[in-house]
C-alpha cells in the first residue's frame, strides 16, 4: 500500500520507554527500546499523566519523536505511561502460518506487477524457489542496476516440444524454438540398386538406403523429404544422378525436383543433358542439384528423371552413394 507523507507506524501497540519528567519542561522524546518512535498523530496515543489519561492535541501534541504537554511539567509530575497505537489498520507482523493462500491473491494492472520484489540498495531483487523440503531452491534474480534494465518477458502459450528452447523475437514476446545440433532435420538417402527407365516415361527416385536420418524426415517408400513439425527455416536440398546408357544413339536425360510449398506444387527441371553413344560402349552422364529453399513446416520435396532415346530403348540408373544420392539439411540460422 502506497502512503502520501509519513508513512503510518508499522507493528503492534507499543509502551513507549520510562520518561523521568524534567522541572519546567514540557517536551519529551519518546523511545521504545532506546530508538525513537513517531507515531502517526496524537490520536494513535493514549498517554497517562499522574494517572490521568489525557486528551489528544489538548493535554499533548506531538511532532516527530517529540510529545508536548500543554504546560510545562514540575517536580512531582509522572507520566505514567505512553502507549503508541500505531496504524489503527495495521495488523503488525502476521503470525506464522497466518497468511494463507487465499490472502495472497495478488492482481496486475496495465500499470503496476501484482508483486514486486524489491532489492535492499545492494543486493538486487531476488525470488527464490524451494523444494518440497525447503532445504534446497533456486533463484530468479534481476540485472544489476548498472545495467539499467527495464524490460518484460512474455512467455508462450505452451510448454513446447522435446529439445526445445525459449528465444525472444528481440521485443520479449518468448516462443518455443529447435534447437539444433543433432536435432537438427538432416538425412541422406542411396540408391539401393539400379533402376530402369523406360524411353520417355518419367520416373520417381525413390532413395530406399539411408546413410541417416535425424528427425525422420524422410520417406524411404516413396522417396518424399517432408519438413517436420516446428522446423521451418532454410534448408540445403541436394541431388546426384548418374544415368547409364549403351543402346541409343541419342539420349536426353532431365532431372525435376517436384515440390509442395505453401500448399503450391511445382515440378521444375533442375539439371539435364544430352550424350550419345555408338551402340556398344556405355555412357554416363551426372545430373545434379543443390538449392537452398525457404521451407515451412509440411512442405515436401522429390526428385523425378526422364529420359528420351531416339529408338526408344532404355537407361538406368546407377545405384551407390556415388552415383546417385539424395540429401537435406538444415541451416541454424
Not at 502476521?94 to 487465499?102: E, F, L, M, R, Y
Request: charged share 10%; hydrophobic share 35%; proline share 3%.
Amino acid at each position: 500500500m502506497s502512503y502520501i507523507g509519513a508513512k503510518p507506524t508499522i507493528g503492534n501497540f507499543q509502551i513507549c520507554d520510562a520518561i523521568s519528567v524534567v522541572n519546567g519542561q514540557a517536551a519529551y522524546t519518546m523511545q521504545v527500546g532506546s530508538a525513537n518512535v513517531i507515531p502517526q498523530s496524537a490520536n494513535h496515543m493514549i498517554v497517562s499523566l499522574n494517572g490521568v489519561i489525557q486528551k489528544p492535541n489538548s493535554s499533548y501534541t506531538v511532532s516527530g519523536a517529540t510529545i508536548t504537554f500543554s504546560s510545562n511539567l514540575a517536580s512531582g509530575d509522572v507520566i505514567n505511561f505512553i502507549q503508541i497505537l500505531g496504524d489503527v489498520l495495521d495488523l503488525g507482523v502476521p503470525s506464522d502460518a497466518t497468511v494463507t493462500n487465499a490472502k495472497t491473491n495478488f492482481v496486475s494492472t496495465s500499470s503496476a506487477a501484482g508483486l514486486q520484489i524489491k532489492g535492499d540498495g545492494t543486493t538486487d531483487g531476488t525470488l527464490q524457489l524451494n523444494c518440497s523440503q525447503n532445504s534446497h531452491g533456486i533463484k530468479l534474480k534481476s540485472p544489476p542496476h548498472s545495467a539499467s534494465a527495464s524490460y518484460t518477458l512474455t512467455f508462450p502459450n505452451n510448454d513446447g516440444d522435446a529439445n526445445q528452447f525459449l528465444q525472444s523475437n528481440g521485443s520479449g514476446v518468448m516462443t518455443w524454438a529447435s534447437a539444433g545440433g543433432v536435432n537438427t532435420p538432416a538425412f541422406e538417402a542411396r540408391l539401393s540398386s539400379n533402376l530402369t527407365l523406360a524411353s520417355t516415361a518419367t520416373v520417381d527416385v525413390v532413395f530406399q538406403t539411408e546413410r541417416f536420418d535425424v528427425g525422420g524426415c524422410y520417406n524411404t517408400s516413396n522417396g518424399v523429404f517432408t519438413v517436420p513439425s516446428n522446423e521451418g527455416g532454410k534448408y540445403v536440398i541436394s541431388t546426384r544422378c548418374t544415368f547409364l546408357d549403351g543402346n541409343g544413339n541419342m539420349s536426353r536425360f532431365i532431372l525435376y525436383m517436384n515440390s509442395s510449398i505453401g500448399g503450391s506444387g511445382s515440378q521444375d527441371v533442375v539439371d539435364q543433358a544430352d550424350c550419345t553413344s555408338d551402340g556398344t560402349l556405355f555412357v554416363e552422364r551426372t545430373l545434379q542439384s543443390t538449392s537452398i529453399l525457404a521451407l515451412s513446416a509440411g512442405d515436401t520435396i522429390k526428385f523425378q528423371v526422364y529420359q528420351q532415346t531416339n529408338n526408344n530403348s532404355s537407361a538406368s540408373l546407377r545405384s551407390g552413394a556415388q552415383y546417385t544420392v539424395f540429401s537435406a539439411f538444415k541451416l541454424i540460422e
